[in-house]
């Protein structure tokens, strides 16, 4: 796990710099719906932008003020600090508001604190409806963010050169799918930490080298014998964007839960979800990307994201989920009130916790809530005679 979470910890990583002494190029990207096939292809290394190492937000809260969700903070902190100098381009998606408004103010905080806007600076636009217009404007923004990179990096990206690298990625959807069907089980063999920084290390490894030292710890994974879970409630955590494994951490040194699946922008989402790779890889890319979309920032998709998640939990059989939202997340927090509602109706307990991003200063108000719903699931499962008895 040793490569995973120095991957999953650090802004700039050890594969980042090895990536850059070999001289090669490193481009940033803010979303998701940014297909990392397109930089692969390219012989550029897409690395996902994180929040993660903030110290203090003097540099975010002066471009975005104070009621704003913090992970788009975080991220223009860091960059007005410097951490991101390792980047020779950033891609900038509307994800959400929030999202948006980094394009806007790292543009901005760039004319006051020299050379933290990347030479190459690119807005990819995402529509929030992937069928007909959506689906058709999504394809002709890709091909549009293709003929940019291979314009400012003088490179070529050909159809066959993004259909080896859509083959590339799949065989890490498939090995994380293995991983997956792993926490399934009676017995768990592998934290919900663990899976959660391998999956994070995906978003900023070179493709091949994470394939391989994904392939060997799965290989170790299924070799194992005892049972992490005993004594412990399985659970789920999902809402907002989150790319820190220490909430992970929080949640099961509690001793008393494990996490068996996630719902997270960084998690396992797409799981077993590969990409075609025979016909127009750019339409591969669109439909998986946009098309595959579980993210409430999409119009009309609130019941196949709730079948979706009735899914995860009845397949990880959870006994119950966690539900945090970063403050200010409109998105994340009005949806998780209706998964609350739907889950709670039939028989799931739920907990909604709202947080801030970064540095964990309310751990200690988390940590109390999470023991109070942990002791609720304990409850709920112990026989009718024993709750009298201890009554």
Known sequence: MKVFHDAATRVECESITQWKKAGKPVVGYTCSYTPAEIFYAADILPVRLRGIETEGMEVGDTYFGPFICS??????QLAGKGKFSFLDGAII????DGMRRLDECWRKAGED?????PDYFYYFDVPHKSENHGMAWYIEEIKELIKSVEKHFNVNISNEKLKNAIKEFNKGRRILNEIENLRFKDDIVVSGTDVFAATV??????????NGELKKWAATLKKRKTPLNAGKHRVMLVGSISDEIDLFELIEDTGKAII????????????GNEI???????????????????????????KERLA?????????????VIMQNIRFCDLHGAENALFERDLEAMGTPCLRVEREYGPHIDAGRMKLRINAFLERIDSNSKPASKMAASA
């Open 71 to 76: 992970f788009p903070k975080c991220i223009l």
């Open 113 to 117: 604190f020299d050379g933290i806007v």
């Open 93 to 96: 998606t509307p994800g959400c």
């Open 276 to 302: 075609k790779e025979d016909g127009d890889p750019i339409e591969a890319l669109a439909q998986h990307y946009l098309g595959s979309s579980v993210c409430p920032r999409m119009y009309g998709k609130y």
């Open 201 to 210: 290390a995906g978003t900023v490894m070179p493709r091949d080298k994470y």
């Open 260 to 271: 068996v699946g996630e719902n997270l922008c960084f998690g396992i989402r797409y799981e």
């Open 308 to 320: 979706m998640l009735k899914e995860r939990i009845k397949n990880s059989q959870a006994q119950g």
